[in-house]
């Protein structure tokens, strides 16, 4: 991982050693999609498309990952919103290339 910020290499660091960038937010930013991602899933189990796209679309905001771009695909298509669902469909696609 790169500084968001001045692009150096991150090491072990909690802090850039360049720009003084504080990586816990990230890593804070990074637990709260999680945290929107799990109420996503949890929707899902109860068959509440509606709140898979609210909290797969925060999940979304914050860290653009394969998992929300799968759920947002699979809501669509069960509230019938088919151009949506290809959108999704071929974003979850291209994270999966890009992470394996």
Known sequence: MRC???RKEKRSEAQCPRCKFD???IETIRRCAEQFLNRAVHAAQQGDYTAVIQ???KSWELHHSAKAAQLMTLSHIALQHYRQAHGWYRLAEQMQKHSG
């Open 4 to 6: 968001p910020v001045c």
């Open 23 to 25: 990586y816990t937010i």
């Open 55 to 57: 909290h797969a679309g």
